[in-house]
């Protein structure tokens, strides 16, 4: 704790106990909302501008993305979009699939993702999926018909 947060500790006229209030993070918080249209878009966007400690609203019709930075609560964007639009909302499910080990496996390609996207799931079976130990992969790579150097037997 620095010293100006100190004095501002000591030199605090809110009323309450500062100490026992949290801070907020600044965060960034992403939703998933269908819209449709121009003014869909208008009602989502409207919704959270308003709120207390946002910073920037970025909407992607096209993705139906809501993305709201700021000091603000996941839990409490999620609830006040739901309340003022009266749409199906929950935090955006999808990672791209370059960062997912198995993009295609069952439960995780989703066909009404966004282009380039897979849903993520921490499912612990989708990560014992087979994959190539380092004697597997020289095995086949000796056999293979991009490296003819490899096998000496033919």
Not at 25 to 31: A, K, L, R
Request: aromatic share 8%; with cysteine.
């Amino acid at each position: 704790m620095g010293a100006l947060d100190h004095l501002s500790d000591l030199f605090d006229c809110s009323g309450g106990s500062s100490r026992l209030r949290k801070r907020r993070q600044f965060q960034t918080v992403e939703i998933k909302v269908k819209m449709d249209c121009e003014g869909c878009e208008r009602k989502v966007r409207r919704s959270v501008e308003g709120m207390k400690g946002v910073t920037q609203v970025t909407v992607e019709r096209k993705a139906h993305k809501l993305t709201v930075v700021g000091y603000v609560d996941p839990g409490k964007v999620l609830a006040r979009v739901a309340h003022r639009t009266g749409k199906k909302v929950e935090f955006w499910p999808y990672v791209p699939y370059d960062v997912v080990a198995h993009p295609y496996a069952s439960g995780v390609y989703d066909r009404k993702a966004p282009s380039g996207y897979v849903r993520n799931v921490e499912d612990p079976q989708l990560r014992n999926l087979a994959r190539a130990s380092s004697t597997e992969v020289r095995y086949t790579t000796a056999f293979s018909d991009e490296n003819p150097a490899a096998c000496a037997v033919m």
